[in-house]
């Protein structure tokens, strides 16, 4: 069981997987920067988030509803929840759809996020939930996750590797890549110029133990 302050936002599950030292700049530093990526992303999940219940073909859709799971200690909500219609005689089916601006990324950070908040839902609504799916704005597709013991035991694994990380108030170094472009933190991370100053802090040191 967990206090109310150690509760962790399941958020921060992803910016940890896609990247520690973006989530150690915004949940330890308390670092952000807009960008149009960010700007687009928030409008979206803010109209995700507004509270709103409708029906259509068997489905019940509910948005914004708030999470948490005491046994894991962690909080949020949920873009979009759906309530399936059961054939007769069966319960009623959760399915998780969380809303992401961009694109699939190369790891499974979104997949341990959609799995984050299930977990939380199952604990909630003593349930049991077999899939969800991700939303990505920028090709407009629906993509459906298998909520395989795979991936719930990678997400419990990056659960308990978080907060130590967040308790620790330690920011890694950072390492550039591909995805560091269209980070809203690059201008603060700095990720090519403090790497290209540490090679050339090591290769100062390697000609002073070299003489």
């Known amino acids: 069981m967990y206090s109310d302050d150690e509760f962790l936002p399941i958020s921060a599950l992803q910016h940890f997987v896609f990247c520690p030292r973006q989530c ?15 700007a687009e992303g928030r409008i979206m999940h803010e109209d995700a988030h507004k509270e709103r219940i409708e029906t259509r073909s068997g489905v ?11 046994k894991l200690g962690l909080v949020g909500r949920a873009d979009v929840v759906e309530f399936h219609k059961p054939e007769e005689g069966r319960e009623w089916s959760v399915f998780p759809v969380e809303y992401k601006h961009g694109r699939p990324k190369g790891n499974n950070c979104d997949k341990i996020q959609l799995c984050a908040q299930a977990l939380c839902l199952e604990e909630m609504l003593k349930t049991d939930i077999p899939a969800g799916a991700l939303f990505y704005g920028k090709t407009r597709h629906r993509i459906d ?7 719930r035991e ?21 390492v550039y890549g591909k995805k560091c472009e269209s980070c809203s933190l690059m201008s603060v991370c700095l990720p090519k110029i ?7 802090e090591r290769y100062i040191q390697q000609a002073v133990n070299e003489l």
Do not use: C
Request: glycine share 4%.
């Open 24 to 38: 150690a700049l915004i949940y330890i530093e308390q670092v952000w920067e807009e960008n149009l990526l960010t």
């Open 60 to 70: 019940r859709v509910e948005r914004g509803i708030f999470l948490r799971s005491e």
């Open 145 to 151: 996750v298998e909520l395989t013991q795979g991936l």
């Open 154 to 174: 990678e997400t419990l694994d990056a659960v308990a590797r978080l907060r130590p990380f967040i308790s620790a108030g330690w920011t890694p170094a950072p």
């Open 194 to 200: 403090i790497q290209k100053a540490a090679s050339v």
